[in-house]
């Protein structure tokens, strides 16, 4: 299939989203996460690891201080914002030359993040659960990220419909509170509330979601789809999230939110060359 061409405007410049695929790093500053817990929660660590995803050719840094790992506990506000804000004020210090993406459902979080220069607000939640953020994103002009997350979906159902069902909701909740519809990016939430074969299914009917008109981020990096699948620990999971990278590249997604940058930045441009044909050989 052909990729749909978005432009999503934010501070610094718009997201160009098509055939071109866009990788965003992830940046974890708490002490549990699944795959990386506690490898960046040291403010340095956090700041050198930053540098390391735009040198693999990070187009996004998402930051993040609360795990979503199932089992995990949620942080107060405070406790996020204490873990983020440091790394957020160095950055912008230093002019960090990437749009910092904050991955937060909490709407004070995400107004304190991008006043101290966030670029989009990614809520796992999808505006869903604390219904301040949206009104914050459309203050500020900020783009967002909506993640599918509908812990009382009826199973019975048809997957994709459900899942449209309740990103409509998310839709809606962004339109009413002024988000523009350029501000609008979706993500089918691999692994959140989904069956390991409804994760399968999900990435094999990804481009049914491109009804909803609206740009996908695609983010199954290192998760327990391919864990399970490949008897694996998290990080022995890199060639399988490649995998389902370039799957969901062809279904149609633009963005990618990755642990392994390189690696899957690689196999992108490899997908996007076959697809559309390599770039003009230089000399």
Not at 23 to 31: F, H, Q, R, S
Not at 165 to 188: H, Q, Y
Request: glycine fraction near 10%.
């Amino acid at each position: 299939m052909t990729h749909t061409a978005h432009n999503v405007v934010m501070a610094g410049g718009p997201l160009k989203l098509g055939r071109d695929p866009l990788v965003m790093g992830i940046l974890n500053v708490t002490p549990d996460s699944f795959s990386d817990g506690g490898d960046f929660s040291n403010r340095d660590l956090a700041l050198n690891h930053a540098d390391a995803l735009i040198a693999e050719g990070a187009d996004i840094v998402d930051l993040g201080g609360e795990s979503t790992r199932p089992g995990s506990e949620e942080v107060g506000v405070q406790a996020e914002l204490d873990r983020v804000m440091p790394i957020l004020d160095a950055l912008a210090a230093r002019d960090f030359e990437a749009p910092i993406s904050i991955d937060t459902y909490k709407a004070l979080v995400a107004d304190q993040a991008v006043q101290a220069g966030a670029s989009l607000i990614n809520d796992v939640r999808g505006l869903q659960r604390d219904p301040e953020i949206a009104a914050v994103a459309a203050c500020h002009g900020t783009p967002v990220i909506a993640m599918h997350w509908d812990t009382e979906r009826d199973s019975g159902l048809d997957l994709i419909d459900e899942m449209k069902r309740w990103l409509s909701r998310s839709i809606e909740i962004a339109l009413n509170a002024g988000i523009a519809k350029d501000k609008i990016i979706l993500d089918p939430g691999f692994g959140f509330a989904k069956s390991f074969a409804e994760n399968y299914e999900l990435l094999n009917r990804l481009d049914e979601l491109h009804a909803l008109g609206f740009p996908l981020l695609v983010g199954t990096s290192r998760k327990r789809m391919i864990g399970n699948l490949l008897d694996v620990p998290p990080r022995e999971r890199v060639s399988g999230t490649i995998a389902t990278s370039v799957l969901g590249y062809l279904k149609g997604g633009h963005i990618f939110r990755v642990h392994d940058v390189r690696a899957n930045r690689d196999a992108l441009r490899v997908a996007a060359a076959a697809l559309y044909g390599p770039p003009q050989q230089k000399g």
